[in-house]
């Protein structure tokens, strides 16, 4: 199984809501990325975590806030967010979170902020 | 300052056509390189990967070459097909300011289009 599953597919969010965006992935990975990428843009990375560990924080607004239950789940709770931050959102994984390691990538959830 | 980038933003060939995207990397000191795809709706996908102790590394239909003398990656697709077309970003993954962990980088992307 090489496959990172993200839910939901799409989401619509007013500015005042709470939501989270949920990643999981079976492939015994012990690092997990969230990218937020913009139309017609490469992703940018976020954050990382390494053994449920946040071991980069690409300096992301307080309204994003990552939570890594378990090596296997990721999670993007979100809350007072703007309309700039509509955009595809990213999970991916890797076996342990260094240099030298390829990322599986799931296929993102699309978020709109009304 | 780190950068990842490439020549051409859109490329159009014919069906059986061989392709090349380029890419050109700032960062002397990287030692890993991604070639991604990614289709309409979907996540980037991983084509092929090589590291800087090599110059030529061949999968099914695609090279990637690395040319450090200048910074340079190329894509190479052989034969291609209207299912290729995408966009193709070339990623660095480099140490997080010495802690070890992999950043990886994507460059701008080129959009491929594969005419029958």
């Known amino acids: 199984d090489t496959e990172v599953t993200q839910t939901p597919k799409h989401l619509v969010m007013g500015m005042t809501n709470k939501k989270s965006l949920k990643c999981e992935q079976h492939m015994g990975h012990r690092a997990m990325y969230w990218y937020k990428q913009k139309a017609k843009k490469p992703p940018e990375l976020m954050f990382v975590y390494s053994y449920e560990k946040l071991s980069i924080n690409e300096s992301v607004p307080s309204r994003f806030s990552p939570e890594c239950p378990n090596s296997s789940l990721l999670n993007l709770h979100l809350h007072a967010l703007q309309p700039e931050d509509s955009a595809l959102y990213l999970c991916?994984?890797?076996?342990?979170?260094?240099?030298?390691?390829?990322?599986?990538f799931g296929s993102g959830t699309q978020l709109s902020v009304l | 300052g780190e950068s990842v980038g490439l020549h051409l933003p859109t490329l159009s060939v014919q069906e059986g056509d061989n392709s090349i995207i380029n890419c050109a990397y700032s960062n002397s000191a990287s030692d890993y390189f991604i070639w991604y795809k990614q289709e309409s709706g979907k996540g980037p996908q991983f084509i092929i990967d090589i590291r800087s102790n090599m110059d030529k590394r061949q999968g099914q239909r695609v090279t990637v070459l690395l040319n450090k003398t200048v910074k340079h990656l190329s894509l190479q697709i052989a034969a291609t097909q209207p299912g290729d077309s995408a966009v193709y970003f070339c990623?660095?993954?480099?140490?997080?300011?010495?802690?070890?962990?992999?950043?990886?980088?994507f460059g701008q992307g080129t959009i491929l289009t594969v005419h029958p």
């Open positions: 991916a994984s890797s076996r342990q979170g260094g240099t030298n390691e390829k990322l599986f």
């Open positions: 990623a660095e993954n480099i140490d997080a300011g010495g802690t070890s962990y992999g950043k990886l980088t």
